[in-house]
């Protein structure tokens, strides 16, 4: 009984010791653990740059185009406005809604929406309702400091997004743009008295 308790426990001991030191199969083991962590970190690392590179296009297409609109020398029109909203398009590739705004600071100041006048708000087809001093909150960040008697015109983007994977919950991109006009002290819009 001795003998057979003692060639059995060498028998495990010995099947033991050949399964700690047999590595055939650990490369498909690593390999089911391994393919789904890099499958899922490379689809996040595409989604976020697909986004980045969305959001890049966005922002160096609203500042040209916002730049263009302010070297105007004549009051702006909403054939011209809707002009550059096809000029954005065709620069980021992408459909786009724009709203250009020119604001005034007629007291109060230098930051708040205190003080603050909106002279005309347009956005083409009118897809973008009109901003209003009420509305301005909307943007707050966006105004910079402001001397009394300064103007500023806003220029806001947004672009419609669907990402490439549910990883991110966006579904617009926005892009404000705040600038005073180069070589008017105001930008007026045809019909409207700044």
Same mark, same amino acid.
């Given at each position: 009984?001795?003998?057979?308790?003692? #060639?059995?426990?060498?028998?495990?001991?010995?099947?033991?010791?050949? &399964?700690?030191? *047999?590595? %055939?199969?650990?490369?498909?083991?690593?390999?089911? &653990?391994? @393919?789904? @962590?890099?499958?899922m970190g490379m689809t996040g690392f595409f989604a976020f740059w697909d986004a980045y590179q969305t959001q890049n296009r966005v922002q160096k297409g609203a500042?040209?185009?916002? *730049?263009?609109?302010?070297?105007?020398?004549?009051?702006?029109?909403?054939? &011209?406005?809707?002009?550059?909203?096809?000029?954005?398009?065709?620069?980021?590739?992408?459909?786009?809604?724009?709203?250009?705004? %020119?604001?005034?600071? /007629? %007291? *109060?100041?230098?930051?708040?929406?205190?003080?603050?006048? /909106?002279?005309?708000? &347009?956005?083409?087809?009118?897809?973008?309702?009109?901003?209003?001093?009420?509305?301005?909150?909307?943007?707050?960040?966006?105004?910079?400091?402001?001397?009394?008697? %300064?103007?500023? /015109?806003?220029?806001?983007?947004?672009?419609?997004? #669907?990402?490439?994977?549910?990883?991110?919950?966006? *579904?617009?991109?926005?892009?404000?743009?705040?600038?005073?006009?180069?070589?008017?002290?105001?930008?007026?819009?045809?019909?409207?008295?700044?």
């Open positions: 009984m001795k003998m057979l308790l003692s #060639s059995a426990k060498e028998s495990i001991k010995g099947a033991l010791r050949r &399964f700690g030191t *047999d590595t %055939s199969g650990t490369l498909l083991a690593e390999t089911m &653990f391994i @393919v789904p @962590v890099m499958a500042y040209a185009v916002s *730049d263009m609109l302010s070297r105007e020398m004549i009051p702006a029109t909403p054939a &011209f406005l809707t002009g550059l909203e096809r000029t954005l398009e065709y620069l980021i590739g992408e459909d786009a809604r724009i709203r250009v705004t %020119s604001i005034r600071r /007629v %007291s *109060d100041g230098p930051l708040g929406l205190k003080g603050l006048d /909106v002279l005309w708000s &347009f956005s083409p087809a009118n897809v973008m309702p009109p901003l209003t001093e009420t509305a301005l909150n909307q943007i707050e960040g966006d105004i910079p400091m402001m001397a009394i008697g %300064s103007n500023m /015109v806003v220029f806001e983007v947004v672009v419609p997004y #669907s990402p490439v994977t549910e990883i991110l919950e966006i *579904d617009t991109i926005n892009e404000t743009v705040a600038m005073r006009p180069r070589f008017l002290p105001t930008l007026c819009l045809t019909g409207v008295s700044c």
